[in-house]
């Protein structure tokens, strides 16, 4: 028997340790190195939740810093 397909929403470049699944509020790009750049509605894997607000995640594969007030918990 073969094996399952992978879930609708299976992403092959989210890590295998994030926090939460969160989704962006708003449009977010400062040009700055080791800022996330994302759209509106955008889905990042939470990695880190800084104490000053900001977090860590991946986009597409890309890590990056961005503000906690930008996204929301998509659960």
């Known amino acids: 028997m073969p094996p399952l397909p992978p879930p609708i ?3 092959i470049t ?5 926090l939460d699944k969160v ?6 790009d400062t040009g700055k190195p080791g800022d996330l750049v994302f759209q509106e509605g955008d889905i990042i894997y939470l990695t880190s939740r800084n104490e000053d607000g900001w977090c860590e995640g991946f ?3 890309v890590k ?4 906690g007030n930008y996204v ?4």
């Open 23 to 28: 989704v962006a509020l708003y449009n977010y």
């Open 59 to 61: 986009l597409n594969g």
């Open 72 to 75: 929301e918990s998509s659960a």
């Open 14 to 18: 989210a890590p295998a340790d994030y």
């Open 64 to 67: 990056g810093f961005f503000p």
């Open 9 to 11: 929403d299976y992403d």
